[in-house]
């Protein structure tokens, strides 16, 4: 999967390629630091001071990569995928292997620091499925009609212990297609010419 940035986004990045390396590493620290705490005007400032540049910059430097990583470890993304994503924003190949490096390093403690923080989106808890069959009915008195009735959990944001249930019912031709779709898709989202349309898309 390929991360798609908006234009925005690419133009907040595109800081990172006007500073040293050991720049880009320290706005990594902090883009981290504040996926922890919160943000702090002061740490924009102090950076700003040291680099001779507006504020705005830095805070649109670091807010960028932030949300780099926080994507990228969100949808778990591979490390080709990553390096395809970043490829959009015309960096050289060293602040590419500095960028997927950080990612690296640092995408089990963004995943675990995004895990707790309180959401409102209901998150998959448990599935529960059933096979009915019904054989005969007052018209028909020798029939086969098969019937998959799934029962989905959800809970209600991360670490609530309230739960929804949803049940769908299928029959099994149609869950089979809809099994078939969803994985010819997910192998589409893997070929060359799916990357190099998302990597166009804006």
């Known amino acids: 999967m390929l991360l798609v940035l908006s234009e925005d986004h690419k133009d907040h990045l595109s800081f990172l390629a006007k500073v040293e390396p050991t720049v880009v ?8 630091e ?14 700003a001071r040291k680099l001779g540049v507006p504020v705005e910059l830095v805070q649109h430097g670091v807010e960028g990569l932030m949300f780099l990583m926080t994507e990228s470890s969100k949808h778990m993304i591979s ?27 640092h995408h089990g403690q963004v995943r675990t620091i995004l895990s707790q923080l309180p959401s409102t989106l209901p998150a998959y808890h448990n599935l529960e499925w059933r096979l009915d069959v019904q054989l005969a009915s007052r018209s028909f008195r020798h029939q086969v009609i098969p019937m998959m009735t799934i029962r989905l959990l959800l809970t209600r944001g991360c670490g609530s212990s309230d739960h929804i249930s949803r ?21 589409a989202m893997k070929t060359s010419h799916a990357r190099r349309i998302l990597r166009n898309i804006k």
């Open 25 to 32: 590493g320290e706005f990594g620290r902090i883009a981290l």
């Open 34 to 47: 504040f996926l922890r705490r919160g943000t702090s005007p002061k740490v924009y400032e102090g950076a």
């Open 79 to 105: 490390e080709v995928d990553f390096l395809d994503s970043v490829l959009v924003l015309g960096f050289g190949e060293e602040l590419n292997q500095m960028l997927l490096q950080l990612y690296l390093q």
């Open 167 to 187: 049940v769908l019912q299928t029959d099994p031709s149609t869950l089979l297609h809809l099994i078939s779709t969803l994985e010819a898709a997910l192998a």
